[in-house]
């Protein structure tokens, strides 16, 4: 409480220093025993012990400095000094920061250096006579009683001082009271150093000072300080006046705390609470003067005062609800008291308040009311309810009123009145909130229909009442998501509005609002509909989003951004695997809470962009989107499941047609026209291209219709997604393969067209790299059309059959495939040469008989090698050793019949020896059938390398 600081530090008192003791000693002194040897002292009351005139003398005049010898009688001082013995604490001061207008919570009281003293607060009115002082003071001051903090008693040892400080602006007056005189020359002054005067403690005299120059204003010029008393001990008493009615309020705090009734404040929650029960529960007495507050919720704040107007206030506002030429007489001083209380119980100034002068019924809280402050307003009429109802309800608790009938008439209404209009300030607070649903909106709401209730109660014919609960009921309707809530809310309010129209047919407002609550009725019942629809498409949906195993799902959706003014970003059509995590995660979720059609808004967080594949990339503004969040618009365009070749979501496939015709076989010759189109459906590739040079690229890449399309033979290079989409579709047949990422193309001979696919393939890399986009080949989209199949050749009975010379040209092509270690290819081509060459005629046998004897050896030896490793491993399954022992005796019946068809054939001594190899270990046996071989045919390398090979094992 300094005075040159502002509001940055409240209290800072300087030490004392020479310079200050020089300060002290040129200052003027001011002694009331000075001042009454000019006067004379003053003649005391007997009874009393106090002057039958009071004088006060303005020593000071800017400012105002006034000094009253005799203030307190020595009984007074006397009993005030008793009541503090043993209650002596050391002083503390104020420190902190203002910050609000309450310096409850901006200061806090701490030991200082600076204030060496003894301190005893004593209590509100804590004896009659401690109350009778008060009130003098307040007189003294003019400032009402409530306004007086709780006296604070001081006591200074030889040497204790409090050094200079100001009292604080939230405290307007200051009286200090002197209780004791100190020897002459003892020091113990207080002292104002920017006025250079100083009082000399003279017992029972009182000084008053002004701390502000207007409301929170500090008056530096009334810094001060209380010099240490040389010798013997100081005693004065503090009495501060506050700028909020604090003995009110500490009062009601004390009694609050007290009896604990903030716990069973705090269990009664928002409850209907009942006054009369809380009557019941408390029987104590209060004393005169003190109200008890029942506070029955601590957040928003909601107390109950019972007895918070007195009797003669009670009267004097019921008489208010007169007719004037039938009022009493009211003594109208005490409407500025109700004022006064209602400001304190607030915890608001009362400066502002309007006076309850010439108040009606309701003015006090009409003028609230008028300013806007909702909250204000229904705070008094919550204190008014209160009294009100427990003056018409609970008479039994105020005999001493002794009202008549007419006045608990009048006091009813009054009640009645106030309920009405609290639930019009619960309706306007809850229009604070906007019409969306919100819990607090929808808590005020519900007051406000209870308290229309209420009012109702007591006049079931109240149009205001009635038109009052109505709206709130329809706001409750309006903000509700349960449709069937909103319907009945919606009738409620319905039936009270046709009430208002009956008891007041010319209210044009109630019909307007009628017809609104009808509308909303309307459309209540609509949405219910269009919601059981939306139920049953969304279960119609249903299964594609418990897609699981084989089965996945992907999702073609419309989107744009929508920026703040409404504008919205060119929309980008998406499809995209559902559950991809290169796709937005925000768009899997927003998928699953949509049907097919809809069109919905979503605001995605920028977290919801975690995705960073090149699905993502093509959303428009993502980069924005990134940084904040972002508002969308999705329309739901269509979803198809696939099936997932990988099960990975990988590679899915789906068939749009599957054409005529058989699917095709194994070794079916298929004619494919595939195009590889990107995510923003761009083409990246088709199969029926042609080169154009001379571009300004120098090369580019065209698609030729009049091209054929490439062929393939299913089983044998033709590129394995496209020959797994193949299998599934008949000639004619258009599929897609929906690809994550284009897989790499296997290693292939050259195709038909002279050019083969992992050829075609990096081309079309070489492409998408000259493009804007390296990602492009991911999600992309092969698009095949199987635009011919032509079956294998099926033997002897086929029209394609051309002799001997087919089966030459298969057990050509089987060497070719063994060469390029594709065993497997080749062992089905031989086993047809196997098939076709018994159904020969004998002349033909004969001459394909070396064919047939090259292809059961062929078949033998890729069996017998495939067998061995596995025969050999003692840790594969038996299952695997089974399948070995089958291909080991197949080879063998081939071997066998070998020896005896073909004995000299290379390929039968070289299969002997392999399965004497795999059978028995038997290297001997082995190494003379492979000698055999050699002679037989010096030039087969695959003799020549068994040959090696069994050497090489052998040492
Ligand atoms: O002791 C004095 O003379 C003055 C005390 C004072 O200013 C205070 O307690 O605030
Ligand atoms: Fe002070």
Redesign the pocket.
């Known amino acids: 409480m300094t005075a040159d600081s502002g509001n940055t530090s409240v209290l800072v008192p300087q030490p004392l220093s020479d310079e200050l003791e020089q300060l002290v000693q040129e200052a003027v002194s001011i002694d009331v025993k000075e001042l009454l040897a000019e006067d004379g002292l003053p003649e005391l009351d007997e009874r009393t012990g106090r002057p039958k005139v009071l004088k006060a003398y303005v020593v000071h005049a800017d400012p105002k400095m006034t000094v009253v010898p005799n203030f307190l009688s020595d009984e007074e001082i006397k009993h005030l000094l008793e009541l503090s013995e043993d209650y002596w604490v050391q002083?503390m001061v104020g420190t902190g920061v203002y910050k609000t207008n309450d310096e409850s919570k901006d200061l806090q009281n701490k030991p200082s250096p600076n204030?060496t003293?003894y301190?005893c607060m004593l209590r509100s009115s804590q004896t009659d006579l401690v109350r009778d002082v008060e009130f003098r003071l307040a007189q003294l001051a003019g400032i009402q009683v409530d306004y007086l903090e709780r006296l604070?008693m001081?006591r200074?040892e030889p040497g204790q001082l409090?050094n200079r400080?100001h009292?604080g602006r939230f405290r307007p007056k200051?009286v200090?009271v002197?209780l004791n005189d100190l020897p002459e020359n003892a020091g113990?002054?207080?002292?104002f150093p920017n006025l250079g005067i100083k009082?000399v403690?003279r017992k029972g005299c009182a000084v008053m000072w002004s701390n502000v120059l207007g409301p929170g204003v500090d008056d530096e010029r009334t810094i001060?300080?209380?010099?240490p008393p040389r010798t013997g001990i100081?005693f004065?008493v503090?009495c501060?006046f506050n700028d909020k009615p604090i003995k009110q309020m500490e009062a009601a705090r004390i009694s609050q705390e007290e009896d604990g009734l903030r716990a069973r404040a705090a269990r009664l929650g928002c409850k209907t609470f009942d006054p009369e029960q809380l009557f019941r529960d408390d029987v104590r007495e209060l004393l005169p003067g003190q109200i008890r507050a029942f506070s029955l919720n601590q957040e928003p704040k909601l107390s109950v005062i019972p007895g918070f107007l007195n009797e003669d206030e009670a009267s004097a506002l019921a008489a208010m609800t007169q007719p004037a030429e039938s009022r009493p007489v009211i003594d109208e001083s005490c409407f500025a008291r109700i004022e006064q209380k209602m400001a304190l119980v607030a915890g608001l100034p009362q400066v502002n308040m309007e006076p309850l002068k010439g108040a009606q019924d309701e003015v006090l809280i009409e003028e609230f009311f008028k300013k806007g402050d909702i909250l204000k307003a229904a705070d008094c009429y919550y204190h008014t309810i209160v009294y009100c109802r427990d003056l018409t309800q609970n008479p039994q608790y105020y005999p001493d009123l002794k009202h008549t009938q007419e006045q608990r008439q009048s006091s009813k209404d009054l009640c009645e009145s106030v309920f009405t209009n609290l639930a019009l300030c619960q309706l306007k607070y809850a229009a604070t909130f906007g019409t969306t649903a919100s819990e607090e909106r929808t808590k005020v709401l519900k007051e406000g229909a209870k308290s229309a209730s209420e009012a109702l109660k007591l006049n079931p014919k109240n149009a205001k009442a009635l038109f009052r609960r109505a709206a709130a009921t329809a706001s409750l309707a309006q903000g509700n998501s349960n449709n069937e809530e909103a319907q009945q809310l919606c009738l409620e309010a319905r039936a009270d509005f046709l009430q208002v129209i009956e008891v007041d047919p010319q209210n044009r407002e109630a019909r307007v609002e009628l017809k609104a609550v009808q509308e909303l009725v309307k459309a209540l019942k609509r949405e219910e509909a269009e919601g059981e629809k939306k139920g049953w498409l969304r279960a119609e949906a249903a299964p594609w989003l418990q897609v699981n195993g084989a089965t996945k799902c992907v999702v073609h959706m419309r989107c744009s951004t929508v920026a703040a003014e409404g504008s919205h970003s060119a929309p980008v059509t998406l499809s995209f695997i559902l559950g991809d995590p290169d796709m937005h995660e925000g768009f899997h979720v927003a998928v699953k809470s949509m049907t097919v059609g809809e069109v919905a808004s979503f605001t995605f967080s920028p977290s919801r962009f975690r995705a960073t594949g090149s699905l993502v990339k093509l959303l428009p503004s993502t980069k924005e989107a990134q940084a904040k969040p972002s508002v969308w618009e999705i329309t739901f365009l269509k979803y198809v499941t696939w099936e997932d070749l990988d099960c990975k979501g990988q590679r899915l496939r789906k068939i749009h047609s599957e054409g005529y015709g058989p699917f095709p076989e194994h070794l079916a010759e298929i004619f494919v026209h595939w195009k590889v189109v990107g995510p923003d459906n761009s083409l990246l590739h088709s199969s029926r291209y042609t080169l154009s040079m001379g571009a300004d690229s120098g090369m580019s890449q065209v698609e030729d219709e009049d091209k054929p399309a490439p062929s393939y033979v299913l089983g044998e290079g033709a590129w394995e997604p496209i020959s797994t989409l193949c299998r599934s579709l008949r000639q004619g047949g258009a599929g897609e393969l929906w690809m994550r990422c284009l897989p790499a193309m296997p290693v292939q001979e050259s195709l038909g067209n002279g050019m083969d696919a992992s050829a075609q393939l990096s081309m079309m890399l070489n492409k998408a790299k000259e493009g804007a986009s390296q990602d492009s080949l991911e999600h992309c989209v092969v698009r095949v059309e199987l635009e011919k199949v032509v079956p294998p050749l099926a033997g002897p009975s086929d029209a394609r059959w051309e002799g001997p010379s087919s089966v030459v040209q298969e057990r050509f092509r089987a060497a070719q495939l063994l060469e390029k270690g594709d065993e497997n290819a080749a062992l089905a081509r031989l086993r047809r040469v196997a098939a076709w060459c018994p159904q020969l005629s004998a002349s033909e046998g004969a001459s394909v008989s070396r064919d047939l004897g090259e292809a059961r050896s062929g078949i033998g030896w890729i069996l017998a090698c495939r067998a061995a490793p596995i025969l050999d491993s003692g840790s594969v399954t038996s299952d695997l050793i089974a399948l070995a022992k089958k291909d080991l005796a197949e080879a063998e019946a081939h071997c066998k019949w070998l020896e005896v068809n073909h004995p000299d054939l290379a390929g039968t001594r070289l299969l002997r020896s392999k399965i004497l190899l795999a059978l028995d270990d038997d290297f001997a046996g082995a190494h003379e059938q492979l000698l055999e071989a050699q002679r037989s045919a010096p030039d087969n390398k695959t003799v020549q390398l068994s040959a090696r090979h069994l050497e090489s094992r052998r040492t």
């Open positions: 002083s204030r003293s301190s604070n001081v200074y409090f400080h009292d200051t200090f002197y113990g002054e207080t002292f009082f403690p001060h300080q209380g010099l100081k004065g503090n501060f």
